[in-house]
Structure formats: C-alpha cells, structure tokens
C-alpha cells in the first residue's frame, strides 16, 4: 500500500540583508526544509553599484537581489526538505515595509533601465530609508491644517519611511524621475508580479505604508497642497486590492522556469513580513500583542476596539486579519543598534577574548551584561539611533547614553542598549492601554529570540509573561500558511493558523525585584524620552542639521 506524499506550501520571506525560503506541511506546519540567500548588495547607504555617492539616511537595494532568492534559494529549500514540486500546492511571499519601487506599466523597475541607472531616485528605497522626513513633516502640517480625517489612523504622524513621503521626495528631487514613473509599487506588492505575471495590491501595504483608508487614498486637492505636480500621484498606486490569505495569480511559465516549480502553482496575494508572523504566532485574537525583533521591532496587534493611539504606525480593518483592527507601532532600530555597538564601542580583547572562548562578540558582551545586577552600570540609555518610530514617529532624533564615566565597560553600554529597546517597547504598550486598545498577553518572534537574557530583560521591564514563537523562521512560516489558505489547504487564516502555527506559553516570566527596580529606572527613561522627544531640547535635530550641512560641504568626507 503506498501513500501520497504530502501538501506542502513554501514561505519566501524577503528580508533586509537576505531571503529565506521555507517548505511546510499544510497539514500541522512542520518545517520540512529551508534555504537563505544573502543579497550580493545587502543594504545600499553609502553609494550605488555604479559608483554614484550617497547623502545619509539614505537605504536602497537591488531588484536583482529579490529574484535570485527566488532562483537560487527555492530548489535548495526543495531539496534540502526532499520534496517534489508536484507536492508544492501554493507559494506565499512576505517583505520588508514599506519597501518601494518606482517602474514602468509593465512592472520594469526604473533602475534596470540604462538611462536610469545611475540615479538614486530609481531605486526601491528600503523600509530604513529615512531621507524623507521633511516630506513627511510638510504631509503631517498640511494634513493638521485641513482637517484630514485619516490622520487619526496612523496616531497622528506619518512616518518618512512610508509611501507618499517617499515618493514626494523623488518629486522634490528628481522630478523627470518621478514622471518616468508610472507605477509606484511596494516590493511585496512587485515580487508576487514577478511570480504571476500580472499586478497586484494587497490591503496590508496600502492600509499601513500607502495612506489607504475607509476604500480610498488621499484626495488630489490635498496632494495638490503639498507639490502642483503631485496631484496625480494616487494614480501610481491605484489597483484593486486583493483580501489576504487570498490567490494573487498563479506560476507564470517564465517564473516556474526560474524556481524550479510547476506552472500554474498558486501564488497568495503579497504581505509584510511583520503581519504575516501573527498567523505563525497564534496571535490573531484581540490584545495578543506580537513584537517581531530582529534589525528593528514591529508590534502587530488585533483588537475589536477602534480607537486613536498616539504615534501608532496605523490601524487598518482586516489590515491582520479578516474581522478585526489590526494596530502596528514599531522600533526603527533594536538588533542594528546592538551591531553598532558591536562594530563601534568593543575594544580588541573583548574580540579577541570571544574568539578564544568559541564565541562572537555579542555572546561575549551578554554573558558579562547578564551577571549585573539592575542598574550597576549607572547608565541610561535612548534606544533611537535610528530615529523613533513610535511613539514619537521622528527620525531625526538620535541615539544617547547617560551616565558614561572612566569606569564604564563596553558591557555596560551594551545593556543599557538592551534596556533601552526595552523601554521602548514597554512605552508602545502603555500608550495603547492608555488609548483603551487592551494588551492582553505578549508574544515575541525573530532573531533577537537567540538572546536568553535580552528576553528576560523584556519579561522583566515589561513585567509580564513573554510567550515566544516557536520557530526560528516566523515571517517564512507565516507566508507558508497563507500560501496553504491561498490554495484551498484551509478555509481561513485563523484555521490555518491554529493547524499550522506554534507558540511557547510562558517561555520567560518576570522576577519582582528585577521588575520593581526596572520599574524606577523607567520613570527616569520617560523623563528622557519626553525631554528630548516632545520639545523640552530640540538638539538632536540641531545637530543633525549641523552634520548635514558639513557632508554638504565636504562630500567626499
């Protein structure tokens, strides 16, 4: 007697430095196999592939990048689960946000044509790309002076990191560029184009990056107000979208010759990579918070509640999940910041000390923070050296460490780091309470899970549970199982996410004496926060604009 072999799904999640493919059993979402590919141009800050110079705050990468994940990582990951592509029902991709790109009616982006290629502005400008935040403080002033009903949404601040703050800066700056462009896409919204053949939009990019609320965008009068030229611009965007969990298309000929997969194999409509993990986390129920914390943290949560958060990154209906709110607020740096203490503030015995113990820095630099007690280091720290997305939503703020003497240690700083982000979080989940948006439990996911300590501290400083996903590849996993509803393997999301989805209840619970002392230390990391982020010194911005004019002046620094 023979059996078939399994459904499977695959789950291809495209993140900042590299894709992952992931194959998971449609039945109870074992991970069968997987593969990374790491992009040849990574993050691109300081210049482009041909040589053109950057300004800062500046982060683009390469369409090339995203479509050899799909050649080189999907048969790996078939192979390394042993798997057929007859046994492949359905394909999910999931992305970065907002990621976008500038391309042509048939999807070309602009930067692979000759004629645009050493031009920044033709480039998908990542979610960390933060250079348009004057374009995003002239859309917040025109949106308060005329009343725009869809700011309460997004707690009042749209973010230089989204669609219309984008794209009004490749306005401002290259405005030939912005004409060449006749569509301006998300690139979770690109790749499933790549895969199908045709456009598609999904209601989670449009909802949270591009603006879209109540079945519309931004109307041309106020756009109008902002540039004369930028009055067309909803036209770059519009497309019907496409529900969630829902078919975008199916494998074109050309695409399938590219993975290795069938022709014809389902492909989900495109998602971000933050929304796609609640399905793997089991956290779609109202006020089952998510924080996926990798290079940065994005907070997912569904409530049945509507309300006005302040600094949220937006609540979109059925933006999570059909039937429900679905809130985003996030962090703009957590695990970069970490790295840039590593890179920056470790002497070279500290190295050379993880290499004779078989370890790296970080795990050198945590075992050491780890046996400190709760505030020994006499440090404070401000977790924005990438500005701060919530609750603030400014990224010209910057980074700061309080407290440094002669005696302080490298392990010191990188704790405070750790508390900081912490904080961080712990002030995103009080401004929803406080809203009547109720955080019910706390789940974590993404790399940062590999750091014990850094969870207990969260456990700690939140002084709450932490329930963890239970796999190491959420956002793929998540792709994976709305590639199985896309494909008919589940009715809905929620089924699905029951079948195919894990969580660890409890994984870290927090100590009361670690959690009071934290406690006092937080009173002191609002009243910085407050100070420097809400008007008590504005020189943070100063000395952004001081650093700015002198890279002006002396490009080649």
Known sequence: MTTDPPA????????TLSGR????????????????????????????????PLPPDWALQIPQDWRDVLRLAVPRALADADVTPEQVVGIATDFTACTVLPTTWDGTPLCELPEYRDRPHAHPKLWRHHAAQPEADLIVERALRSGQPWLARYGGRISSEWQYAKALQVLRE???????????????DWIVWQLTGAESRNPCTAGYKGIHQDGRYPGEAFLAGLHPDFTGFTAKLEHPLTPLGAPAGRLTPRAAALTGLREGTVVAVGNVDAHVTCAAAQALDPGRMLAIMGTSTCHILNSDVLAEVPGMCGVVWDGVVPG?????????????????????????????????????????????????????????????????RSVLVDHHLSGLVLGLTLDTRPEDVYRALIEATAFG???????????????????????????????????????????????????????AIHAAVAAGAHPDIRTASDAMGRRQENAYTPDPARSAAYDRLYVEYRALHDHFGRGGSDVMHRLRALRSAALAAHPTT
């Open 8 to 15: 499977v799904t695959l789950g291809i999640d495209f993140g």
């Open 21 to 52: 493919v992931l194959v998971v059993s449609v039945d109870d979402g074992a991970e069968l196999g997987s593969a990374v590919h790491e992009y040849a141009h990574g993050v691109v800050d300081r210049e482009l592939p041909c040589g053109v």
């Open 174 to 188: 290259d405005p030939g560029l912005y004409a060449a462009a006749d569509r301006w896409i998300e690139a979770a």
């Open 324 to 388: 429900l709110w679905g809130y985003e607020a996030g962090q703009s740096g957590v695990g970069d910041i970490l790295a840039w203490a590593v890179r920056n503030a470790v002497p070279d015995e500290y190295a050379a000390e993880a290499r004779r113990r078989g370890m790296d820095v970080h795990e050198l630099l945590t075992e050491r923070a780890a046996a400190q007690p709760v505030g020994a280091h006499g440090l404070l720290a401000l977790d924005w050296h990438s500005g701060n």
């Open 425 to 479: 979080t712990r002030t995103i989940v009080e401004a929803f309470e406080t809203a009547g948006v109720p955080v019910t439990d706390f789940t974590a996911a993404g790399g940062l899970l590999r750091n014990r300590f850094l969870m207990q501290v969260y456990s700690d400083v939140l002084n709450r549970p932490v329930h963890v996903l239970a796999s190491t590849q959420g956002p793929a996993l998540g792709a």
